[in-house]
T-cell receptor, first 115, second 113 residues
Framework: AQSVAQPEDQVNVAEGNPLTVKCTYSVSGNPYLFWYVQYPNRGLQFLLK??????LVKGSYGFEAEFNKSQTSFHLKKPSALVSDSALYFCAVPISSGSARQLTFGSGTQLTVLP | DAGVIQSPRHEVTEMGQEVTLRCKPI?????LFWYRQTMMRGLELLIY????????DSGMPEDRFSAKMPNASFSTLKIQPSEPRDSAVYFC???????????FGQGTRLTVV
């Protein structure tokens, strides 16, 4: 079964410091992987995706994610965190191999950027 | 495009009442998803439609829940009768076949008292 795990419920980082939000995956075949962000009282917004190609994927708002096949990880990163990055972040993977229709989400990581 | 539009944004109802949540997907998208978000269970996929046809409703918790998509621009999620444990934020999302990412609405916060 396709799944993702987010080992950290909460990540705190000081403004201006680099941030990492962790995600590991368990999929059969070539993985499609996604990151979404949820701001308070809002829906989820798509940040970036990995389908194939370069292991470093760039997305919205200066975020990037690194696909690591040997470690089955897809960590979200940003070189310099902003207070406005504080939000709930979800990693996701399609449920059905070869299909990107049904996303299953990780449990979410609450990122707090401290001024 | 205005994105995925959900209504109402907030709904407070009494236990036993019928609740209908509405969703208008992004024009041209042919897949539609209903998710439920709670603190305890996180994000759960309830049902998804492709070309207005329900494909997988295995996530629908009980027979009290039903969803319809009468046309490409409208879907409803109905709970009858509602119970306090149905209190959650319900999200609708849409996507286009072949484009993996789904686009989410702002959600409906349902409170059943």
């Amino acid at each position: 079964a396709q799944s993702v795990a987010q080992p950290e419920d909460q990540v705190n980082v000081a403004e201006g410091n680099p941030l990492t939000v962790k995600c590991t995956y368990s999929v059969s075949g070539n993985p499609y992987l996604f990151w979404y962000v949820q701001y308070p009282n809002r829906g989820l917004q798509f940040l970036l995706k990995y389908i194939t190609g370069d292991n470093l994927v760039k997305g919205s708002y200066g975020f990037e994610a690194e696909f690591n096949k040997s470690q089955t990880s897809f960590h979200l990163k940003k070189p310099s965190a902003l207070v406005s990055d504080s939000a709930l972040y979800f990693c996701a993977v399609p449920i059905s191999s070869g299909s990107a229709r049904q996303l299953t989400f990780g449990s979410g990581t609450q990122l707090t950027v401290l001024p | 495009d205005a994105g995925v539009i959900q209504s109402p944004r907030h709904e407070v109802t009494e236990m036993g009442q019928e609740v209908t949540l509405r969703c208008k997907p992004i024009s041209g998208h042919n897949s539609l998803f209903w998710y439920r978000q709670t603190m305890m269970r996180g994000l759960e996929l309830l049902i998804y439609f492709n070309n207005n046809v329900p494909i997988d409703d295995s996530g629908m918790p009980e027979d009290r829940f039903s969803a319809k998509m009468p046309n490409a621009s409208f879907s409803t999620l109905k709970i009858q009768p509602s119970e306090p444990r149905d209190s959650a934020v319900y999200f609708c999302a849409s996507s286009l076949t072949g484009i993996p990412e789904a686009f989410f609405g702002q959600g409906t916060r349902l409170t059943v008292v």
